[in-house]
T-cell receptor
């Protein structure tokens, strides 16, 4: 089955530094990937839609300059948390849909998430 | 605007008992409906989905859900739960005319006790 790999699974960084999270579709091509943020014991909040070869579409309230998204290939999207602060600590999850499948029946495949802790 | 409501934040149940996790949605257009399960520190795994056709949908791990258009509900059920079903369950909707953007409910923590 289709697999989405997220790396790293855990990361601890100091306040003010930047952290990059990778999301890879291992056995399929993904024109579109999605980045979610999940606070403890809360739901997933969509941050942005990542489109291969074009700019990401951010949801209202998400800082574009804070959360940089790059989708340079059909199998890789990256999320960079710039100048991270403790309030950015969260669980970040990506998902991807397979290119070429119709939106009607296109399943979303989720990565296992990245736990970011900013000290 | 579309929204998803999961009224129960936590559902405790004993092993082998039946369970129902409630989900209601609000949308002015047709939607596709999903249930996902999340184990600790992991991503989401699709349990089942409703796209069209039969309103009773069967998924993995013995779960099923019924789409009720008049009540705008999509409740998840399992006749007999196991300890291993302990997890967080999310209901989600996707707009029929849109892309793959999902709107999630707040989740229900299912805790199965021996």
């Amino acid at each position: 089955g289709a697999v989405v790999s997220q790396h790293p699974s855990w990361v601890i960084c100091k306040s003010g530094t930047s952290v990059k999270i990778e999301c890879r579709s291992l056995d399929f091509q993904a024109t579109t990937m999605f980045w979610y943020r999940q606070f403890p014991k809360q739901s997933l909040m969509l941050m942005a839609t990542s489109n291969e070869g074009s700019k990401a579409t951010y949801e209202q309230g998400v800082e574009k300059d804070k959360f940089l998204i790059n989708h340079a290939s059909l199998t890789l999207s990256t999320l960079t948390v710039t100048s991270a602060h403790p309030e950015d600590s969260s669980f970040y999850i990506c998902s991807a849909s397979q290119t070429g499948t119709s939106s009607y029946n296109s399943p979303l495949h989720f990565g296992n998430g990245t736990r970011l802790t900013v000290t | 605007a579309q929204s998803v409501t999961q009224l129960d934040s936590q559902v405790p149940v004993f092993e082998e008992a039946p369970v129902e996790l409630r989900c209601n949605y609000s949308s002015s257009v047709s939607v596709y409906l999903f249930w996902y399960v999340q184990y600790p520190n992991q991503g989401l795994q699709l349990l089942l989905k409703y796209l069209s056709g039969s309103t009773l949908v069967k998924g993995i791990n013995g779960f099923e859900a019924e789409f009720n258009k008049s009540q705008t509900s999509f409740h998840l059920r399992k006749p007999s739960v196991h300890i291993s079903d302990t997890a967080e369950y999310f209901c989600a909707v996707r707009l029929s005319y849109n892309t793959d953007k999902l709107i999630f409910g707040t989740g229900t923590r299912l805790q199965v006790f021996p």
